[in-house]
C-alpha cells in the first residue's frame, strides 16, 4: 500500500494567483487567497479466487477500511484488469456499503500494475486548505487607491475548506441529478403542522401545596 498526492488546480485564475500573490494590489473584490483541493490515493491488493475474494480478504479489508475512518466524501473504486471478478465486487460493494457509501465507477490510474489473481480497492481522499493564510504582508489602511489588504478573504475561505464535507465539491461542484423531492419537503412542514401544542392539555398538576 502507499499513498500518491496529486494537487488539483481549480479552473479559476485567482486560484492559481495563490502562491504567488504575497504582496500584491489587488484591485478587485476577489480574494487572491483561495482554497486548494488535495487528493491521496491509498490502495490495497487484495487476492481472488475464482470470481470472489480469497477467504479472510473481506474481513481485512473491513480492517483496512476502519483504519482509515472511511467516511463521506471518501470515493471507493475498484481497479480489476481482469474483469471477471464481479463476485468480488459484489462483495467490497457490501463491506464500503456499511459505511454509507457506494462504489464509484472511475478508478484512478495507479503507477504499480495489479498482479494476476488480485484486484486493487483504491480509496481516494480529498483535503482543501488556503496556502499563506493568514496573510499581513500589505495593510490596506495606508493604501490610498482602495485596493483590498493581503489578508482579504483568508478567514472566509479558509472557513469553508474545513468545513465542506466534499472538498471536491470545490473544484467540480455538486450536480443535481434528480432536483427537488417535494414530497421529502413536505414531510416536516406536514410533521410541524399535525405536532399539538404543548399547552392545549392546560397545565398539570405539580403536587406541590403552599405552607401557611
Request: a neutral charge; hydrophobic letters at 35%.
Amino acid at each position: 500500500m502507499f499513498k500518491r498526492s496529486i494537487l488539483l488546480a481549480a479552473l479559476t485564475v485567482p486560484t492559481l494567483l495563490a502562491g504567488c500573490a504575497t504582496g500584491t494590489q489587488n484591485r478587485g473584490l476577489e480574494s487572491f487567497h483561495q482554497p486548494v483541493v488535495s487528493r491521496s490515493d491509498y490502495l490495497l491488493d487484495l487476492g481472488t479466487a475464482g470470481d470472489r475474494l480469497a477467504t479472510g480478504e473481506a474481513q481485512r479489508l473491513t480492517g483496512w477500511l476502519s483504519s482509515m475512518r472511511l467516511g463521506y466524501g471518501d470515493h471507493v473504486a475498484i481497479d480489476d484488469p481482469s474483469g471477471s471478478a464481479l463476485g468480488a465486487r459484489e462483495q467490497i460493494s457490501a463491506v464500503v456499503a456499511s459505511y454509507g457509501l457506494l462504489l464509484s465507477d472511475d478508478s484512478p490510474v495507479t503507477s504499480a500494475s495489479v498482479s494476476p489473481g488480485t484486484l486493487r480497492v483504491v480509496v481516494s481522499r480529498m483535503h482543501a486548505r488556503v496556502a499563506g493564510c493568514p496573510d499581513w504582508s500589505r495593510d490596506s489602511s495606508h493604501d490610498f487607491d482602495q485596493h483590498t489588504s493581503s489578508n482579504y478573504g483568508c478567514a472566509t475561505n479558509s472557513n469553508l475548506a474545513a468545513m465542506v464535507a466534499s472538498p471536491g465539491d470545490l473544484v467540480r461542484g455538486e450536480a443535481l441529478s434528480n432536483g427537488a423531492d417535494p414530497a421529502t419537503n413536505y414531510r416536516a412542514i406536514d410533521a410541524y403542522r399535525k405536532q399539538v401544542p404543548t399547552g392545549a392539555n392546560g397545565l398539570g398538576s405539580s403536587g406541590l401545596k403552599g405552607s401557611n
